[in-house]
């Protein structure tokens, strides 16, 4: 039986406005080679300046993750030579970074484990490489993007582990505020490193993933990756270290590089960048860019509100969402029938439209709306559902929607008594079969008078007054 070990080095975007070291946008999306400066570009003779905005993001991510945060943080070039970086170094941090020595609850299945994470480092990203061909184009809009990277201790066991971690972790920065998460985008990224070993031994000889671009890809990039090397070990060959990359056409990950061909990174300290040192000002800043952590949040939306796990789930996994559904509580609506309006009708509706809830036109206090005309017995459930299109398409209140389309329950037994008249005369035979105990045609009639009603009728008292009529 053999035990496996995983370890993630996880690369995120940090949301700045401009890039790390220079004031040019961190823009994804613009013309190609138009967000670039001398700085970013790697002339001769610019000097670097230290984007405060994005370190302050990597102190909260660093804090969020209980590390250690440093006093006196270091920058350090990390040099290679790659066509994607024009100053053939990446400014970097080794010796010093923000945070080291933290960790993270995360819930796998039905179990919280605790990982450790080693260090938070911030760095700067390289252009992008488009392969057109037998061309190669560079973009170099990104380079000198801020980037945070988050190195964990190899406490993960299994491919599913590590996609729970990816999951949590994305949420975990998107609740920061500090970054989209966006895997298939690249705005985070993830390389994998694994080893197997007999149970007791502890730590193999490493293989590092690279090329993942979805948590589902490196779930089953570590999957193949402990098959592939328990057979190996299976035969007696022996594990070597080596860089590989996850192949999604064919399931498999495939050879890179040895060991012996690593780059010698040359790390030295950037010598035109003084180390940062967080003020007081500062630090409080980073104290208030803290917000409830998701699992603490999902938590507390089970103890106070009576969900279930898996009702706290959906509900938890956006912020936005979840501070949502607190509001509509706390205006009066029932949690459970909150959840189910989110997780059902309004979930379709934003499928339909493909929008978040954020974007869309519903707000906190229409949904309670929405929900208290129900309970009231203003409005029926079915009615509701159409007021709810309504107040998504026209950006409307419930109460004038249902002004404005007379859309009330009709629940006055004189009114429904004209419905009922109506469909009775249309339908004697079945009025006929009914009085003869043919009790199952009561139903059809319901739905007749529904219809005629045009779905006002309350259901309620369509049943009794519809009963006293035909049965007497
Ligand atoms: P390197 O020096 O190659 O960058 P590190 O020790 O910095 O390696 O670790 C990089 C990542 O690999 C970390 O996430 C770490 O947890 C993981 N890791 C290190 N050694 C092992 C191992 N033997 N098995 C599995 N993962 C490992
Ligand atoms: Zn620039
Ligand atoms: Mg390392």
């Not at 004031?23 to 967000?35: I, L, Q, V, Y």
Request: net charge negative; aromatic share 8%.
């Amino acid at each position: 039986m053999y035990q496996s070990f995983i370890g993630l080095e996880i690369h995120i975007h940090l949301a700045a406005e401009t890039k790390a070291f220079c004031g040019c946008k961190a823009n994804f999306g613009d013309e190609e080679n138009t967000n670039v400066c001398p700085v970013c570009m790697g002339f001769p003779g610019v000097l670097p300046t230290l984007n405060e905005k994005a370190i302050q993001m990597s102190y909260v991510v660093a804090r969020a993750l209980n590390c250690k945060l440093s006093p006196n943080t270091k920058f350090e070039r990390k040099n290679y030579f790659y066509p994607d970086m024009p100053k053939n170094y990446q400014i970097s941090q080794f010796a010093e970074p923000v945070g080291r020595d933290g960790y993270i609850d995360i819930e796998i299945g039905d179990s919280i484990k605790r990982v450790r994470i080693h260090d938070v480092h911030f760095e700067e990203d390289a252009g992008k490489m488009i392969h057109a061909g037998d061309m190669s184009l560079l973009d170099y809009n990104r380079a000198g993007y801020p980037l945070l990277e988050i190195v964990t201790e190899p406490d993960l066991v299994i491919g599913e582990d590590a996609e729970a971690f990816l999951k949590s972790f994305q949420r975990l920065v998107r609740y920061l505020g500090v970054c989209d998460g966006n895997m298939e985008e690249g705005s985070m990224r993830c390389d994998a490193n694994v080893s197997i070993n007999p149970v007791g031994v502890g730590l193999g000889e490493k293989v590092e993933i690279k090329n993942l671009n979805s948590s589902r890809f490196v779930r089953k990039a570590l999957n193949y990756e402990i098959e592939r090397q328990s057979g190996l070990m299976d035969n007696g060959t022996k594990i070597i270290q080596e860089t590989r990359l996850w192949n999604e056409n064919r399931d498999q990950t495939e050879g890179m590089r040895k060991k012996e061909d690593a780059n010698d990174y040359r790390y030295f300290p950037e010598p035109d960048l003084p180390p940062f040192r967080p003020s007081d000002e500062f630090m409080k800043e980073v104290e208030e860019g803290i917000c409830e952590l998701p699992l603490v949040r999902k938590q507390r939306l089970m103890t106070s509100y009576g969900l279930g796990s898996d009702q706290a789930e959906y509900i938890h996994d956006e912020k936005f969402m979840a501070d949502f559904f607190e509001k509509a509580v706390f205006l009066g609506a029932d949690a459970v029938q909150v959840y189910s309006w989110l997780s059902s009708d309004v979930k379709k509706l934003l499928n339909r439209n493909s929008q978040s809830l954020e974007d869309s036109n519903l707000s906190a206090e229409r949904l309670a709306r929405l929900i208290s005309m129900i309970e009231d017995g203003q409005i029926s459930g079915k009615i509701a559902k159409r007021v709810l299109d309504h107040i998504f398409d026209e950006d409307k209140d419930p109460d004038v929607i249902c002004d404005e389309q007379g859309l009330v329950q009709i629940s006055d037994p004189a009114a429904i008594a004209k419905f009922v008249d109506e469909v009775m005369a249309a339908n004697e035979a079945v009025v006929e079969a009914v009085r003869g105990g043919d009790q199952r045609q009561m139903g059809f009639l319901v739905g007749q008078i529904m219809k005629v009603s045009g779905g006002k009728a309350a259901p309620a008292v369509v049943q009794s007054v519809l009963k006293e009529k035909v049965l007497g």
